[in-house]
């Protein structure tokens, strides 16, 4: 393998500035004297007081030494009111760039080489979905979203252009006539889609299967897609030991695997265009991270038995794309006192333009999310003939619904939208959807005719997760915490619960498809009724769980319970939650009664299940020459990949070989990350040494021995190439780094840019599949591609107790004290106090800002 480890995909995002222009405008920023005033123009007002139209009383926001704000106000109104216009202070320019994503309008920003985003967006139809979602809103939700906007536009009527920030400043160079348009409640809302597509579940396997299918038979497809290990890894409703449930009827497209099905080159068509689609999804903003099986979170509660104060401690570590700012923005809401008019007393991460506490605490209860993960989404092939498609033997019209797209400096681009009863066509997105169009039907043994392929998500319907967000705050017992969870319907997230009168709990909410046939791992055809939803799960239905047995809950990302309703066919195999259970049970079992710090060390391990299997194997080989010097290394190896270890440096790069030798002849798009599902193919292929699967044909290397010596020596000679001749000088930390990179302004391809927006590279331990989640995709490099992308324990006995940190900093202004003041601190896994009664955030505030009616 190569020595220059390709860029991560996580930043595949906006290369939307050529290299005449960023000269251009790094030349401009010195000729106009852009300097550090420009730079700290925009930073905001955090002391004293400011005279604020739109607000009925005063409002006190506190910050800590982390610029961290706790805002306290007399009326709901003003709470959220001042939650938009503070989110405005720190973060406006991630607020516009995001609304623009999730409107389909970022070629208004930065011209024509984003019109296929916009395409997507607009085909999809985000927009259009939260404005449904906010008509649909009671009458006290609406107003919370109001008073939010209002509070934002308070905000823009005092500042505008670099005053914002100093993105606004960099654009102007390109796109001189934008000016930020008032913010709306719909702005906010939309943002619930974006979560939802970037957590949308298994669309990426179940492109990968039909890309596999056309080069493999169907038990080789089988064995490259592992199923969740009943009985050996733990369930979170049903601990370890859960049997398998029942099987279901799957009937997927006929497969090609066998040949039988497609005739000449179809095969290889089928392949490039099923490719294609997955390029163009992926392409898609990642603005939570890329699809994968480690986008998911850590997230455990235990139980006041087995805690040294006697009451409940809750843990959460969501995995999410790294980005800078942090996806998080850390705030407290807190009503002066609670009565009817001003119900909140809450504080936690919160996402900017969007109000309200996605995961924290109010006065009486914790809570925390991973990611539930359900099969919500399937594709369908579809016979069209022109403005119509058949469904039972019959042309049905397609709904029809044109967009226009502005583009920055050119001409707006008109598109028009079709879409079945089951959702939209997506070949009208580009070419690449027409060429799956092409050869879906050949490679599945269709007829000759025009085809479209048409998506169906449960995103697509209007929702009610805009209001549960508040519901959730507000919560004040279990009742009501299920009655909050009973909304949330996209995306769906497993939710651990903990309160003040010591109840520990779990419930999975979520929108579920009830299918005709099929189980959602593969493209049915959808000329049929056959095919497609009937309903959806009941929420009754869905796992739930309050005050287990065994006194702790574990999420995981792992699969829910053997019991119960079909979610998933796509669960992750469950080592970290394997993991985190061993932590608990060999604590428990030495009578250990636990702490808060006992939960951030947990969050920290970096045990490899990976290596644990590799290392006795290993071990037992007769090497020499490199290959015995890797083995000799890794002799003494405790398995962790720390950030120091240079034995953890070895075995990735083994790791990294290994994958490439036994199945680098893969189709491109189906080759191994490296995460949970390629542990489980290779640990399972450990026990065959005489399977094909040990096989590097360009290499003359066959059998399990055979191969993991040349991966071995392979790794010897690249860990040498990339950290010296000297093991003793390599550690993972060298290999595996982190640049926390602006979403918009962070790959402009020209360093200047570049260093004005991004902070790093930092050095980390940890990886993929493992509890300290620093994940790297083995398909790419060694840099990290998703990461903790927060940390808290909340300490259920005294609030005040508890700790938090996030990835980067509480601002999202460039060079301002707090844009990654927080990064250091989460890179040695330290966590800061989280002040939440009144008194501790005054004792703990640093600056302190009125926001007063005008002419008070």
Known sequence: MGTDAPRTRRHRGLRFLTVVLVTVLVLAVVAAGLGWWTVQRSFPTTSGRIEVPGITAAVTVYRDDAGIPQLVAETDHDLFFAQGYVHAQDRFWEMDFRRHVTAGRVAELFGESQVATDTFIRTLDWRGLAEQEYAMLDDLTRRYYDAYAEGVNAYLAERGGADLSLEYAVLGLQNPGYAPEPWSPVDSIAWLKAMAWDLRSNLGDEIDRALLATELPPEEVARLHPGFAWGEMPTIVDGMAAPAPAASAVTPL??????????????????????????????????????????????????????????????????????????????????????????????????????????????????????????????????????????????????????????????????????TARGPIVTDIGADFAAVADGLPAASGAPDGDYEVSLQWTALTPGTTAQAIFDLNKARDWAGFRQAAALFDVPAQNLVYADVDGNIGYQAPGTIPIRRSGDGTMPLPGWTSENGWTGSVSFDALPSVLNPAHGYIVTANNAVSANGPTLTQDWDLGYRAAAIEHMLEERIAAGAKLTAADLAQMQLDTADSNAAAFLPVIAELDLDGDAARGAALLADWNGRADVDSSQAAYFAVFWRNLLDDMFGGLPERTRPEGGDRWFSVVGTLLGEPESPWWTNEAEGVTGRDATIAHALDAAWSEASDRMGGDPGSWRWGRLHTLTLTNQSFGEAGIGPIEWLFNRGPYELGGGTSIVNAIGWDASLGYEVDWVPSMRMIVDLDDFDASQWINLTGASGHAFHAHYADQAPLWQRGELRDWPFTIAAVQDAASDTLQLRPRGE
């Open 254 to 419: 006929p497969s090609s695997g066998t040949g039988d099905a497609v005739a000449g080159g179809a095969t290889d068509e089928y392949a490039a265009s099923l490719a294609s689609l997955r390029a163009l999804l992926d392409g898609v903003p990642e603005l939570l991270g890329p699809e994968g099986g480690d986008l998911g979170s850590n997230s455990w509660v235990v139980s006041g038995a087995h805690t040294e104060s006697g009451m409940p401690l809750l843990a959460n570590d969501p995995h999410l794309g790294p980005a800078m700012p942090s996806i998080w923005a850390q705030m407290g809401l807190h009503c002066a006192s609670i009565r009817a008019d001003c119900a909140f007393d809450v504080a936690g991460y919160t996402f900017s333009g969007l109000p309200g506490v996605i995961i924290g605490h109010n006065e009486r209860i914790a809570w925390g999310f991973t990611n539930l993960g359900p099969d919500v989404a399937d594709l369908y092939l579809e016979r069209v003939d022109g403005d119509a498609y058949e469904l039972d033997g019959a042309m049905v019209p397609l709904t029809l619904r044109e967009e226009t797209i502005e583009v920055a400096g050119g001409d707006p681009v008109t598109v028009t939208v079709r879409s």
